[in-house]
């Protein structure tokens, strides 16, 4: 049997054990998903939002990528946490890390490695910020299981300085973003941070809401010669 055959075998068994246990599993998930959670969670195979935390399929809306990143030019990220909190109104936002990630594991190295480089390099980034503190810790393992820490609590700031957080927070004081990691040794989660509408974000990315214009642009004035 081929690798992908046993996939195919296994989603058959799980249908019919679902439907074992409830005639009308799949007409109720078909009819649409009201998930509390939004999760921000690395695309490392060994973490899977609803395995670890025991979700059912419609509790988590996920997005995932390498070393859970949330980045303010990426367009994926952006339209997810949009229709999450607009749409799904989920009541929470999670970014969810792991120790011994590779990406953060590849980000304190010189390695040139292409394309991810790019990608990576907001992790270097998070590194610079804290050099001095990391470059303190002598053991390897856990310099980079420090990183891992650092790289969430950075991400879980970018998500609240999203004009879509704070626009949320500003008429329903909803979500509130956490920052959590995984254990792969224990298989235990950690909350590192947990931001809510009464987090005073930093000023220069802070966005106004008192009003619900938007300025039009003015042509600039010709002066007279």
């Not at 804290?130 to 950075?154: A, K, M, Q, S, W």
């Not at 704070?166 to 909803?174: G, L, P």
Request: proline share 4%.
């Amino acid at each position: 049997m081929l690798a992908y055959e046993k996939l195919l075998l296994e989603n058959k068994a799980w249908a019919q054990d679902q439907l074992e246990l409830d005639d009308n599993y799949f007409d109720t998930l078909a009819s649409g998903q009201k998930p509390k959670f939004l999760w921000i969670g690395c695309a490392d195979s060994r973490v899977p939002a609803e395995s670890i935390t025991g979700a059912q399929p419609g509790e988590i809306f996920v997005h995932r990528n390498v070393a859970n990143l949330v980045i303010h030019t990426d367009m994926n990220l952006l339209s997810v946490l949009q229709y999450a909190v607009e749409v799904l109104k989920v009541e929470h936002v999670i970014v969810c890390g792991h120790y011994g990630c590779g990406g953060v594991k590849a980000a304190m190295t010189h390695d040139n490695l292409g394309l991810i480089n790019k990608w990576l390099r907001n992790i270097k980034d998070v590194y610079a910020r804290h050099e001095p503190e990391l470059t303190g810790i002598v053991n390897e393992t856990e310099r980079v299981n420090r990183l891992v820490e650092l790289n969430v609590i950075t991400q879980v700031q970018h998500v609240v300085q999203t004009s879509i957080i704070q626009s949320a927070w500003h008429k329903e004081q909803r979500p509130t973003v956490h920052g959590w990691v995984f254990g792969l040794q224990t298989g235990l989660l950690t909350e590192l941070i947990n931001l809510d509408h009464t987090h005073e974000v930093e000023s220069i990315y802070r966005y106004d809401f008192s009003t619900t214009e938007v300025p039009v642009p003015q042509a600039p004035v010709e002066q007279e010669h």
